[in-house]
Antibody, heavy 119, light 107 residues
Framework: QITLKESGPTLVKPTQTLTLTCTFS??????????VGWIRQPPGKALEWLAL???????RYSPSLKNRITITKDTSKNRVVLTMTNMDPVDTATYFC???????????WGQGTLVTVSS | DIQMTQSPSSLSASVGDRVTITCRAS??????LNWYQQKPGKAPKLLIY???SLQSGVPSRFSGSGSGTDFTLIISSLQPEDFATYYC?????????FGQGTKLEIK
C-alpha cells in the first residue's frame, strides 16, 4: 500500500525559505520509472506542477520557479524534500507530493499541507 | 510549457445525466493525458491515465478518449458522489501542466 505524507511549516514569512518533506512508504524510489512530484494549489485555484525527481536522480522543475526550487531525495529514509527560496504571499497554497508511476501519471497523493506566507 | 485548456469551466448537471468534459493541449501530447477528480479539502484522485486507461477501483461509468491535442472525459451516468472538480494533466513533457479545472455541480 502506497502512502505519502507532507510535512513542514504551516506559516512562513516573506523572503524566507520553505522546506517541505514528503515521507513515503509502499514503494522504492530506486525502482525504474518511479518518481515523486510536488504540486501546489492556491486557495480556490487550480493545481500547479512544481517539480519531479526520478528514480535515477534526474530532476525536473517548473520553468517559472526553476530559480527558486530544489528537489532532493533520500532513498534510505524514503523521503523527498522540496526547498523553495524567497517565499512570497502568492506562494500561499496547499502543497502536495505524489507518486509518479512508470505510466507517467500521479497515482497516489499525500493529503497536502497548507503553507501560508505572511508577515 | 504545454498549455492545457479545459471546457467548460463549470457545469451543472443532474444525477443520471451523461457529462462530457473536454481538454485541449497547445501542442500534440500523443496519448499522455490523465484525468483527476478532486473534492473539497481532499487530494486529487487519479481516474484515467494514458487517455483511456481506467485506474484500478474507478467505476466504469468514467471513460476517456482522444489523441494528439483533443481529449474527452465522459461520465456516462452521474452519481451523487461524482460532483467534484475535474482536472486534466499532460504527462508528455515536464512541467506536467494541469488544466484549469471543471467544476461539476448539482443542478
Amino acid at each position: 500500500q502506497i502512502t505519502l505524507k507532507e510535512s513542514g511549516p504551516t506559516l512562513v514569512k516573506p523572503t524566507q525559505t520553505l522546506t517541505l518533506t514528503c515521507t513515503f512508504s509502499g514503494f522504492s524510489l530506486t525502482t525504474n520509472g518511479v518518481g515523486v512530484g510536488w504540486i501546489r494549489q492556491p486557495p480556490g485555484k487550480a493545481l500547479e506542477w512544481l517539480a519531479l525527481i526520478y528514480w535515477n536522480d534526474d530532476k525536473r522543475y517548473s520553468p517559472s520557479l526553476k530559480n527558486r526550487i530544489t528537489i532532493t531525495k533520500d532513498t534510505s529514509k524514503n523521503r523527498v524534500v522540496l526547498t523553495m527560496t524567497n517565499m512570497d504571499p502568492v506562494d500561499t497554497a496547499t502543497y502536495f507530493c505524489a507518486h509518479r508511476q512508470p505510466t507517467y501519471d500521479l497515482d497516489y497523493w499525500g493529503q497536502g499541507t497548507l503553507v501560508t506566507v505572511s508577515s | 510549457d504545454i498549455q492545457m485548456t479545459q471546457s467548460p469551466s463549470s457545469l451543472s448537471a443532474s444525477v443520471g445525466d451523461r457529462v462530457t468534459i473536454t481538454c485541449r493541449a497547445s501542442q500534440s501530447i500523443s496519448s499522455y493525458l490523465n484525468w483527476y477528480q478532486q473534492k473539497p479539502g481532499k487530494a486529487p484522485k487519479l481516474l484515467i491515465y494514458a487517455t483511456s486507461s481506467l485506474q484500478s477501483g474507478v467505476p466504469s461509468r468514467f471513460s476517456g478518449s482522444g489523441s494528439g491535442t483533443d481529449f474527452t472525459l465522459i461520465i456516462s451516468s452521474l452519481q451523487p458522489e461524482d460532483f467534484a472538480t475535474y482536472y486534466c494533466q499532460q504527462s508528455y513533457s515536464t512541467p506536467g501542466t494541469f488544466g484549469q479545472g471543471t467544476k461539476l455541480e448539482i443542478k
